[in-house]
């Protein structure tokens, strides 16, 4: 009797990138993993796994992957869990049938046809009312300088630019090669109000410009998703900032943010695979000096708890993230407490804060 292999590769999605290219490399990957298992197993069935729950699926990738699987496959199969009965359940279903029927016509074309949704996964949605509710502004600094070396970050996040009076939004997102993946990055822009403004796709090893003009000034949303890839993000003639819970992949360097006038203490959560996937935190005060530091090389997750002296709140401190003393610095889950602003900003000059810090005396 054959073996019957059952692939999870084409779980990824990315609803920032338009689906038909998302298609084409799950198609890639699955059908690169089938030549490696028919080298070791014969005879076998290998099929390609759909999983609902992923942040990045939506209804109408799940059916067109469907179809788009069978094509080079044995069949495809479905890890149901995720949507809720009386809210998205009908769609995914209503997609399923779709596929179903389109198989068992062999209509090979289906998955090939133009996208008919556009949607943002219950994560996007999310990041996006948290934005909502934030009043934010430049925090006027003499010293620091823009980050040379971007961070690369992992999955989808939600980056903060503000505008001002030049009216302007220039900026750029890389898709740096990690590994043998090849997925693209993909980015939308979102206005002030929540209008989705711009979107973009950067292939893999290019750097791709957003550029967007005739904006009023204002904080806008920059939403972007790399599938299994880390991207970059760079905006040197911006205040802007990353939100947390933020992943940061392979390198990170110094981020800084603010903590609050009245803050006596605050947490810093670290996470990470340990011990293959590890990171070191270390967090700097106002002077430069360390004021804690916690590793990720026995443990997954970890809580750097870190004291606030009276003089030293209402001020920009800095973290960084390095490669701890074993294992690799990858995929590491950085997230601030709730009495923190949820914000990471690459260089003093480009501090983004809550009104009324910049308003502050």
């Not at 990315?14 to 490399?25: D, G, I, T, W, Y």
């Not at 990171?279 to 804690?292: C, F, Q, S």
Request: proline share 7%; hydrophobic share 40%.
């Amino acid at each position: 009797a054959p073996i019957i292999l059952a692939d999870a590769c084409t779980y990824q999605g990315n609803a920032m990138a338009p689906l038909h290219s998302v298609l084409e490399q799950n198609r890639t990957t699955l059908l690169a993993n089938m030549k490696t298992a028919s080298q070791y197993a014969d005879p076998m069935m290998y099929t390609g796994g759909l999983d609902p729950i992923y942040a990045s699926a939506y209804p109408e990738f799940e059916g067109k992957s469907a179809v788009m699987i069978c094509e080079v496959s044995d069949g495809y199969w479905v890890f149901y869990e995720g949507p809720e009965y009386d809210e998205d359940h009908p769609d995914y279903f209503k997609w399923f049938s779709w596929a179903n029927q389109n198989i068992t016509a062999r209509n090979w074309q289906a998955w090939k046809e133009p996208q008919q949704t556009s949607v943002l996964s219950s994560d996007a949605r999310r990041l996006l009312k948290q934005a909502d509710q934030l009043q934010l502004k430049p925090l006027e600094k003499e010293e620091g300088k823009p980050k040379e070396r971007p961070a690369q970050w992992r999955g989808l996040q939600l980056i903060l630019v503000h505008v001002g009076g030049q009216g302007e939004l220039q900026a750029t997102v890389g898709n740096p090669r990690l590994a043998d993946y090849t997925h693209p990055v993909g980015w939308k822009a979102f206005s002030p109000q929540g209008e989705q403004i711009g979107q973009g796709v950067v292939q893999i090893g290019e750097q791709g410009v957003v550029a967007l003009d005739n904006l009023l000034p204002g904080t806008y949303r920059i939403l972007i998703a790399g599938g299994s890839n880390n991207w970059t993000f760079s905006a040197p003639n911006h205040a802007w900032a990353i939100m947390t819970p933020a992943h940061v992949s392979q390198y990170m360097g110094t981020m800084y943010f603010w903590v609050p006038e009245g803050v006596e203490q605050f947490t810093i959560k670290l996470s990470s695979a340990a011990p293959v996937e590890t990171a070191k935190l270390t967090v700097m005060n106002p002077r430069g000096e360390e004021a804690g530091q916690v590793s990720t090389t026995e443990h997954r997750n970890r809580d750097l708890q870190v004291k606030v002296p009276p003089a030293m709140a209402g001020q920009v401190w800095s973290m960084r993230i390095e490669p701890a003393n074993v294992g690799t610095l990858d995929d590491v889950g950085i997230q601030l407490s709730d009495n923190m602003p949820q914000l990471l900003s690459p260089s003093v000059l480009q501090m983004l804060v809550p009104t009324e810090a910049a308003n502050r005396p």
